[in-house]
T-cell receptor, first 114, second 118 residues
């Protein structure tokens, strides 16, 4: 079974631009979560989607948004990029129905904002 | 709020040494507990999990026991290998709640860097 696939692996953007990151979950998984990983803040939860609906959201500004498609693939968008948005963005999928289902992570998209 | 605290790193060991990485948590409710491992340039891989008190998770020689009385989930391995060098994260998730604030959310510790020398 293929794992979680994130594209692209690396991105370099300029401050003020916007960016879209893509995630394809494990086949059969309906829940997709996004995390930001930085050396200073560690791993922080962004949001979670299940069956095209956002069920949960972390404490990030509105510049961070996402969506999920009917095939469970997900995208996240960051608008008006700031230098502090430079991070590894990780997508994770799970069956999402039962609490405690482990999350399966992709290899991430490394975003650098200059 | 919910939180996970891991022992400070980095941890440096010789091959075949015994490993312990301490993890304690604070949570409202009854969390599930996880250990994830991250190799350089990669995402997080689930190493093991436990969903209720006294459960022992195990995988690839690693073990951790869910201790509700001490709110701990310490990771142990009897004999580490060079290939175990990585960053280890302890995490918790809460069961679904009325507010929906637990869906898809893992609360992570800060990570512990492990380096194993030959």
């Amino acid at each position: 079974k293929a794992g979680v696939t994130q594209t692209p692996r690396y991105l370099i953007k300029t401050r003020g631009q916007q960016v879209t990151l893509s995630c394809s979950p494990i086949s059969g998984h309906r829940s997709v979560s996004w995390y930001q990983q930085t050396p200073g803040q560690g791993l922080q939860f962004l949001f979670e989607y299940f069956s095209e609906t956002q069920r949960n959201k972390g404490n990030f500004p509105g510049r961070f948004s996402g969506r999920q498609f009917s095939n469970s693939r997900s995208e996240m968008n960051v608008s008006t990029l700031e230098l502090g948005d430079s991070a590894l963005y990780l997508c994770a999928s799970s069956q999402g129905v039962i609490g405690g289902s482990p999350l399966h992570f992709g290899n991430g998209t490394r975003l650098t904002v200059t | 709020g919910d939180s996970v605290t891991q022992m400070e790193g980095p941890v440096t060991l010789s091959e075949e040494a015994f490993l312990t990485i301490n993890c304690t948590y604070t949570a409202t409710g009854y969390p599930s507990l996880f250990w994830y491992v991250q190799y350089p340039g990669e995402g997080l891989q689930l190493l093991l999990k436990a969903t209720k008190a006294d459960d022992k998770g195990s995988n690839k020689g690693f073990e951790a026991t869910y201790r509700k009385e001490t709110t701990s989930f310490h990771l142990e391995k009897g004999s580490v290998q060079v290939s175990d060098s990585a960053v280890y994260f302890c995490a918790l998730s809460l069961p679904p709640n009325a507010g929906g604030t637990s869906y898809g959310k893992l609360t992570f510790g800060q990570g512990t860097i492990l380096t194993v020398h030959p």
